[in-house]
């Protein structure tokens, strides 16, 4: 009887951590791509392909995000939506890279976002834009 008992009971624990870990990695995995999606937009023109990034870094917040997160996010949306000239995405890249961080128990970072960002070529941009008309079609 204590073995059986034993057994069901290991078991529940076993299926409980799985659980955990799953639910602890799709959540990993959503934050870490709602960080690359606005970190790949942030200090940079606005075009078509960011656009759509923009977009899919809202709903994988709304899904994986704490509530600081998505009360950030939100506060971003309006800023686009008042059409701001000036948007920052730093206070919820440094939550989220925090978060992620804490997650994955790596040491904390001290310090804001910062940025270096390469101005593109003029053919590498009509390049890109040649390309975002063709998955639009």
Request: net charge positive; charged share 40%.
């Amino acid at each position: 009887m204590i073995a059986i008992v034993g057994w069901i009971v290991g078991h529940w624990l076993n299926s409980r951590r799985e659980r955990n870990n799953r639910r602890r990695e799709a959540r990993l995995k959503g934050l870490e791509s709602a960080y690359l999606c606005l970190s790949m937009i942030s200090n940079r023109d606005m075009n078509e392909e960011y656009k759509y990034d923009f977009e899919r870094f809202i709903a994988e917040i709304q899904l994986y995000g704490t509530p600081n997160q998505v009360k950030l996010m939100s506060e971003i949306v309006e800023a686009f939506i008042r059409k701001d000239k000036k948007i920052s995405f730093d206070l919820l890249l440094e939550d989220l890279r925090d978060t992620l961080r804490k997650e994955l128990r790596m040491e904390k970072i001290v310090g804001p976002i910062w940025w270096y960002r390469f101005k593109l070529p003029k053919w590498k941009i009509q390049e890109k834009n040649k390309d975002l008309e063709k998955k639009e079609d």
